[in-house]
């Protein structure tokens, strides 16, 4: 019987996934787009930028809360959270960063069985991307 994944590997699964996701998402040819400064680049080159800290799991794998941005903006310069939430602003609806900040606030707890849930959902709309 295979032994059972542990929940630190599940969460990686899909941190690995989701990136993938957000990446690929609205890539135009393989190429994304920083939602903070603009640049350009194959979505390989890219990150996964959180306006809300990963540490905050009700907003971790939030479609919203996650955009592309390049390693510049999301590490050297702290995410560059207020430009994310300009971002957030103009691409969604007035009122949407505070909204994530909200969410960021709420406890969640997911289940193992939640986690590979979404780890197949991710699969299956990266699967439909390629």
């Not at 599940?10 to 957000?22: E, G, R």
């Not at 009700?58 to 207020?82: A, H, K, L, M, P």
């Not at 300009?86 to 909200?102: I, P, V």
């Amino acid at each position: 019987m295979a032994k059972k994944p542990s929940r630190k590997t599940l969460v990686k699964k899909l941190d690995k996934v989701f990136s993938q996701y957000i990446r690929r998402r609205f890539a135009v040819n393989e190429i994304a787009k920083c939602v903070t400064c603009g640049k350009q680049a194959h979505w390989k080159d890219l990150q996964a930028g959180h306006f809300m800290s990963r540490k905050h799991y009700s907003t971790r794998w939030d479609e919203i809360n996650v955009q592309v941005q390049c390693s510049g903006c999301n590490v050297f310069r702290y995410g560059e959270q207020f430009k994310f939430g300009m971002y957030l602003e103009q691409a969604y609806e007035k009122g949407t960063a505070e909204l994530m900040h909200n969410k960021s606030r709420e406890i969640t707890k997911y289940s193992d069985i939640h986690l590979k849930d979404l780890i197949e959902y991710y699969n299956k709309l990266l699967t439909n991307l390629k």
